[in-house]
């Protein structure tokens, strides 16, 4: 919610102004003494004062609330229209469910000289507002889009201590950092893998509504630089038309198992044969990749899967076990609470959330223990080395690759090789 508690709880009015010309006749008599020329009164006559009041028929007071917490449709127009507040909500109601009404949302005006509310804009959100005019003894009420206007930008920046604080210094907000973070999250685990001095080009479709920044639309390609690797990103239709990312060669960016079941957390525990429990207080096996995280991190699927398990397991609280193709397995241990749907025999997709991070079963303290099985056995979740999804069909190649060349130049500062196709 923006804005004051005063603004909230009052809309307000600008102060009435008007127009007054005043022409005493002492002015007169001082300019024919002083010699200066004017109308000389005739002798005998009183000089008049001349009053001339001219009101601003066509000025319209402001009027400007937003809704607090615990407003009403009601409430507000209470505070706008005053005893004709029932027309307006009844107008409002038709267009505006009333279930929907958010703190912050702005609501502004203009009033008749009287005072009557005549006209009323309700900023639904950056791209939406409905208009209400009065008109006679109706209330006419209209849907607005703004217009959203695109720009490809081009950011560039290095790491000196995370990725969001290099967005941040190019100039982006959080957002991009997390869509940089999602296209690369098979390749690249952005607590783990990031090193001082690691470098990104980012070109991008900046979205605008009035001039100011609304969101960030397409990322066309990105190119990151981590440690020894170049990875390149680009943008581009599947087989099936469904927009993805791929390599330079054509290859999909998209694996079978994300990196991490976590999009930003740390590693607290990992994968080893010999490990002191903290609970049992003894030396055992710990079969899994722990993730520290607070309470009610989501947790993702890492790859798509069929629930076969649910619920909770001992010392493993609240867990949920994914059985995926080609032999593996995964669980998620220590949950606080399962996902939108997930019980036994439900399909998930890679990146659904399975549940949220917790302190279930027997745990010190907030985290995830993350599991992979191979036919029955256990394996390394940080060595697990994930087949890459179907590539672009040799037909469609040549194309791609000429594409590619045009934006890796882009991505370089360079212009297009001639010839080169979009």
């Excluded at 004051?4 to 001082?30: D, K, M, N």
Aim: include cysteine; charge should be positive; glycine fraction near 10%.
């Amino acid at each position: 919610m923006t804005g004051g508690p005063a603004a909230s709880a009052t809309p307000r009015v600008l102060p009435r102004t008007w127009s007054v010309v005043l022409l005493p006749a002492f002015a007169v008599g001082c300019a024919v003494l002083s010699g200066c020329g004017g109308i000389a009164p005739q002798v005998g006559q009183a000089a008049e004062a001349r009053l001339e009041v001219v009101p601003l028929a066509s000025y319209r007071p402001a009027v400007y609330t937003e809704v607090a917490r615990g407003d009403t449709l009601e409430s507000v127009c209470r505070r706008l229209a005053r005893d004709e507040w029932p027309s307006w909500r009844d107008s409002l109601v038709a267009h505006l469910d009333p279930r929907k009404l958010r703190p912050g949302t702005a609501f502004e005006g203009a009033c008749a000289p009287g005072g009557a509310l005549e006209e009323l804009r309700v900023s639904l959100d950056p791209l939406r507002e409905l208009r209400l005019v009065r008109e006679g003894g109706d209330i006419r009420c209209e849907r607005h889009e703004r217009a959203v206007e695109s720009e490809v930008v081009r950011l560039e920046g290095t790491i000196s201590s995370s990725l969001f604080a290099a967005v941040d210094d190019a100039g982006a907000d959080p957002d991009l950092a997390v869509r940089v973070a999602e296209i690369f999250q098979w390749d690249i685990d952005f607590l783990r893998d990031l090193r001082r001095g690691d470098r990104f080009v980012v070109l991008a479709c900046a979205e605008r509504v009035e001039g100011e920044f609304y969101r960030w639309g397409t990322i066309f390609a990105v190119r990151f630089v981590n440690g020894e690797r170049t990875l390149d990103a680009f943008v581009y239709p599947d087989d099936e038309g469904r927009l993805g990312y791929y390599d330079g060669q054509g290859n999909p960016l998209r694996k079978q198992f994300l990196r991490s079941p976590l999009r930003f957390s740390r590693v607290t525990s990992r994968f080893t044969m010999r490990r002191y429990h903290p609970v049992l207080q003894r030396t055992m096996p710990h079969y899994g990749v722990d993730y520290g995280a607070p309470v009610g991190t989501p947790v993702m699927a890492t790859a798509d899967g069929v629930v076969t398990a649910a619920g909770r397991n001992g010392g493993a609280g609240n867990m949920v076990t994914l059985r995926h193709p080609n032999g593996y397995e995964t669980r998620y241990l220590h949950l606080s609470r399962y996902g939108p749907g997930v019980r036994r025999g439900a399909r998930l997709a890679q990146g659904d959330v399975v549940g949220y991070v917790g302190s279930s079963g027997l745990s010190t303290g907030p985290h995830l223990d993350y599991r992979v099985k191979l036919n029955g056995r256990w394996i390394n979740p940080l060595t697990l080395a994930s087949p890459p999804a179907k590539p672009l069909d040799d037909s469609r190649r040549p194309r791609f690759v000429s594409h590619a060349e045009a934006v890796v130049a882009l991505l370089e500062g360079r212009d297009p090789p001639p010839g080169a196709r979009g």
